[in-house]
């Protein structure tokens, strides 16, 4: 079936502006999660939802960073007032029930801050 | 922080030969995990070992875990050209409701054909 989809491939925005990036779980997947990856580096959590339950939070690096998750399926990421430092890969990713267990990748969005 | 932490950073190869990365971790874990990432893009996971599994095999990949010493490493065997890739170990969490994984900062690994 079909996996994770994330969009934009690529983004390119100018410093100050608001992006939004969206996620498409696999179908069913209850869990989902957002990560960052800057240039050479791992990935950084940065925030995570369950079913109906209030999201795991404890990522986000400011409160430029926001998310939402409609009807539990689509989420969307917003970066408000985009700074260059926030040029990085973001991941998405989901799993069917959050048991700790593998979890399925997007292609991910390039985002470049300029 | 990172809890996961790869050795070596880099790795080059020569097809046919055996690549052995190794990843150390700091705090208990549910599962450790293997994902291999091509060109920065997504992450595509290898395989999953538990945390009271010792070791575990996957086609020409194998795993091993040592909890004592918070280690695993990923032993590909017969490497390929088409291995190369950024690898990255990531621990689960052994409590708490979110299984958010935690991620080292990858080893790259060139297979030279």
């Known amino acids: 079936g079909a996996g994770v989809s994330q969009s934009p491939s690529n983004k390119v925005t100018e410093k100050g502006k608001d992006v939004e990036l969206r996620c498409d779980p696999i179908s069913g997947h209850t869990a989902l999660y957002w990560y960052r990856q800057s240039l050479g580096q791992g990935l950084e959590f940065l925030i995570y939802f369950q079913g109906n339950s209030a999201p795991d939070k404890s990522g986000l690096p400011s409160d430029r960073f926001s998310a939402e998750r409609t009807g539990g399926s689509v989420s969307t990421l917003t970066i408000q007032r985009t700074q260059q430092e926030d040029s990085a890969v973001y991941l998405c990713a989901s799993n069917p029930d959050s048991t700790r267990g593998t979890q399925y990748f997007g292609p991910g969005t390039r985002l470049l801050v300029l | 922080s990172q809890q996961g932490e790869e050795d070596p950073q880099a790795l080059s190869i020569q097809e046919g030969e055996n690549a052995t990365m190794n990843c150390s971790y700091k705090?208990?874990?549910?599962?450790l995990q293997w994902y291999r990432q091509n060109s920065g893009r997504g992450l595509v996971h290898l395989i999953l070992?538990?945390?009271?599994?010792r070791e575990k095999h996957s086609g020409r990949l194998r795993v091993t875990l040592d909890t004592s010493k918070k280690s695993s490493s990923l032993l590909i065997t017969a490497s390929r050209a088409a291995d190369t890739a950024s690898y990255f170990c990531a621990t689960g969490p052994f409590t708490g409701a979110n299984s958010k994984l935690t991620f080292g900062k990858g080893i790259t690994l060139s297979v030279r054909p």
């Open positions: 705090t208990s874990i549910n599962n």
């Open positions: 070992i538990r945390s009271n599994e």
